[in-house]
């Protein structure tokens, strides 16, 4: 079985801060990890994923993540924050062996004041 | 090009009635995955669509149920509705089945259950 925890409910930052959304993950084998960004009354937007090769991956708006086998996580980072970063923010984990099924952390709440 | 689309957008349905919903994929995209949003939580994955067949699926009961047609496009069946149906249900679609593909998701249907 796979699974994936986002360890805060909500996530608080001044707009020009680095933010940090924290995610760790189980899954069998090598995981397949995803960020996705949900704004209100709209779908999952995607931001960025981990398959292979490089630790740090670049993805959509100036969002990157790191991925750490040795402690199980892929945590989401952005140098400065703006005001319109403020939305739920989910990670997701699958694998070879779950095909293409998602598996969904609860969601962290980023706000970020101005 | 058009992502993937859904419908209807919203939904209100009585309890031991049974719903449709709709699914579009982005163009290209032949694998089509389902999931369910309660509220304050993370996507729940029903089941996954391929080559018109049922691929994979989650831990819900046989009340849900889909279709893939020929033109890739899906719908997901709800029979016999519960309260605890009521939620936002997400199409997702991807180029392939296999964990490492990214899905990209609909706007999302809001089912009310009365």
């Known amino acids: 079985a796979q699974s994936v925890a986002q360890p805060e409910d909500q996530v608080n930052v001044a707009e020009g801060n680095p933010l940090t959304v924290k995610c760790t993950y189980s899954?069998?084998?090598?995981?397949?990890l995803f960020w996705y960004v949900q704004y209100p009354n709209r779908g999952l937007q995607f931001l960025l994923k981990?398959?292979?090769?490089?630790?740090l991956v670049k993805g959509s708006y100036g969002f990157e993540a790191e991925f750490n086998k040795s402690q199980t996580s892929f945590h989401l980072k952005k140098p400065s924050a703006l005001v319109s970063d403020s939305a739920l923010y989910f990670c997701?984990?699958?694998?070879?062996?779950?095909?293409?099924?998602?598996?969904f952390g609860g969601g962290t709440r980023v706000l970020v004041k101005p | 090009d058009a992502g993937v689309t859904q419908s209807p957008t919203h939904l209100i349905k009585t309890r031991g009635q049974q719903v449709t919903l709709r699914c579009s994929p982005k163009?290209?995209?032949?694998?089509v995955s389902w999931y369910q949003q309660a509220l304050g939580q993370g996507p729940q994955f029903i089941f996954q669509?391929?080559?018109?067949?049922?691929?994979q699926r989650g831990n819900f009961p046989d009340r849900f149920s889909g279709h893939q047609f020929p033109n890739y496009s899906s719908e997901l069946n709800v029979n016999a509705l519960l309260l605890g149906d009521s939620a936002l249900y997400l199409c997702?679609?991807?180029?392939?089945?296999f964990g490492s593909g990214t899905q990209y998701f609909g706007p999302g249907t809001r089912l009310t259950v009365l």
């Open positions: 997702a679609s991807s180029l392939t089945r």
């Open positions: 899954v069998s084998g090598n995981p397949y």
């Open positions: 981990y398959i292979t090769g490089d630790n």
């Open positions: 997701a984990v699958s694998s070879e062996a779950a095909g293409n099924k998602l598996t």
């Open positions: 163009s290209g995209h032949d694998t």
């Open positions: 669509y391929y080559e018109e067949e049922e691929r």
